[in-house]
Nanobody
């Protein structure tokens, strides 16, 4: 069983920055990918950024140039650096990991951006 624990959410003013962390219980390169999703009430969970085991990265268009996903393999941790935050970035952010057997999710961390 893979466990993912997020941290780093909070309240920030528009234009500010936050860094989210996701600590995994297994080697993160043993997973096909690690990703960050976000969800607001009444909407589907949205992929924000993903990094594959090989290091390939992709982002949803709305965060390109503002968010950066990275990883520390030794620490089994994936990060999401969020800059130039906007009120529309307000959501619960979830860490996700996937292997050939299952999808794994963290408990979520709230990010609130005030205008």
């Amino acid at each position: 069983q893979v466990q993912l624990v997020e941290s780093g959410g909070g309240l920030v003013q528009a234009g500010g920055s936050l860094r989210l962390s996701c600590a995994a219980s297994v080697s993160i390169i043993s997973l096909n990918h690690m990703a960050w999703f976000r969800q607001t009430p009444g909407k589907q969970r949205e992929l924000v950024a993903r990094i594959s085991s090989g290091g390939s990265i992709n982002y949803v268009d709305s965060v390109k140039g503002r968010f950066t996903i990275s990883r520390d393999i030794a620490k089994k941790t994936v990060y999401l650096q969020m800059n130039s935050l906007k009120p529309e970035d307000t959501a619960v952010y979830y860490c996700n990991g996937k292997n050939m057997w299952d999808d794994y999710w963290g408990q979520g961390t709230q990010v609130t951006v005030s205008s």
